[in-house]
């Protein structure tokens, strides 16, 4: 089983940036995507990035310019700069990994969650 912990959250004004950090842990035959995701109050967790194992990124329509992810294969782990932050990126971020275990059966690891303000 893989276990994740994400850090870097924080309070920060608007225009800002901030750098999340998602690392694993634990052995696996395989780390697939590795995905960003965050909830507002009152509101659904909705998918914010996602890399594949090759590197194939894509983002929701609200970040996109803002938010880079990036990833270390070799460490399993993800990063997620974000620039330009607004007061509506305010939300507990999570990591989501997606893999394959050792004995080939599919899982998906999600980590506790990391706090991030934006004030206005």
């Known amino acids: 089983q893989v276990q994740v912990v994400e850090s870097g959250g924080g309070l920060v004004q608007a225009g800002g940036s901030l750098r999340l950090t998602c690392a694993t842990s634990?052995?696996?035959?395989?780390?697939?995507?590795m995905d960003w995701y965050r909830q507002a109050p009152g509101k659904q967790r909705e998918l914010v990035a996602t890399?594949?194992?090759?590197?194939?990124?894509n983002y929701v329509d609200s970040v996109k310019g803002r938010f880079t992810i990036s990833r270390d294969n070799a460490k399993n782990r993800i990063e997620l700069q974000m620039n330009s932050l607004k007061p509506e990126d305010t939300a507990v971020y999570y990591c989501?990994?997606?893999?394959?275990?050792?004995?080939?059966?599919?899982?998906?690891?999600w980590g506790q969650g990391t706090q991030v303000t934006v004030s206005s």
């Open positions: 989501n990994v997606v893999g394959t275990t050792l004995s080939q059966t599919p899982f998906s690891s």
């Open positions: 634990g052995v696996v035959y395989k780390i697939n995507d």
């Open positions: 890399i594949t194992y090759s590197g194939t990124t």
